[in-house]
């Protein structure tokens, strides 16, 4: 089995104070896909607690405190790829990727259009942009795991409260259109092969008694090229521990080669 978690830390350092690398350390995961580490990578080096792994790579946004992705690698890559080559989604630390023998694995961090408009336009531009590239590495062959905070729940089953939501960012008509489109053809929505039904959620706003009451967003996923469809195990969203205001989603896959 190959064990894959996905979490935005909404600050890596702040989800370190929660515990979150002493739950990680007892998880024996073989990757681990971080979004939002907030962090630049100097201010981390010389702390082995932000290098928990053999292999461990971050891709920081270039303003302070903002976004960044990072992996966390068992097993060593035959490649990393710091970026997806688009100054305006590497300037902002929101894509990393690993390559094994078997599959390619990537943390991505989706933007955020709840703070206005323009927000928004830079999210659809880059899913404008994104959906051609990554269908046309599924078409090819290759065997892609896209883990991340999207920030798009999918349908009525992934928010508590949907009809409130439905002029919202993260539930517009568009985004949930994307990512129709997207399972519909060359990739899955990994959880949902596991469990169809289940009113799972993944984010809770930190307002209220959101989380205490499980009025939540189900916006991070594992989103996978169809041709591992058949190799998704178990999945399941870890809600025991607060580390920051999302949960670990964590899947595990058979016969991935590494």
Known sequence: MFKIITFNANGIRAAARKGFFQWLN????????????????????????????????????????????????????????????WAEIDSEGRYLEARYPGFSLISLYMHSGTSGEERQAKKEAFMAKLAPWLNARAAAGERLILCGDINIAHTEKDLKNWKGNLKNSGFLPQERAWLTDLFAGEFRDAFRL???????????????????????????YHIISQNLAGQVESASVYTDENFSDHAPLILTYRGLEY
Do not use: M
């Open 26 to 85: 007892a998880q024996d995961a073989d990757a681990v896909c971080i979004q939002e580490t907030k962090a630049q990578l100097p201010q981390l080096e010389g702390d082995a607690t932000y290098f928990p792994f053999a292999h461990n790579h971050y891709h920081d946004a270039e303003k302070k405190g903002y976004s960044g992705v990072a992996l966390y690698l068992k097993h060593p890559p035959q490649a990393v790829q710091h970026g997806i080559g």
């Open 194 to 220: 596991v469990h169809p039904d289940a009113e799972q959620y993944t984010w809770w706003s930190q307002r209220g008694n959101a989380r205490a009451n499980n009025v939540g967003w189900r916006i991070d």
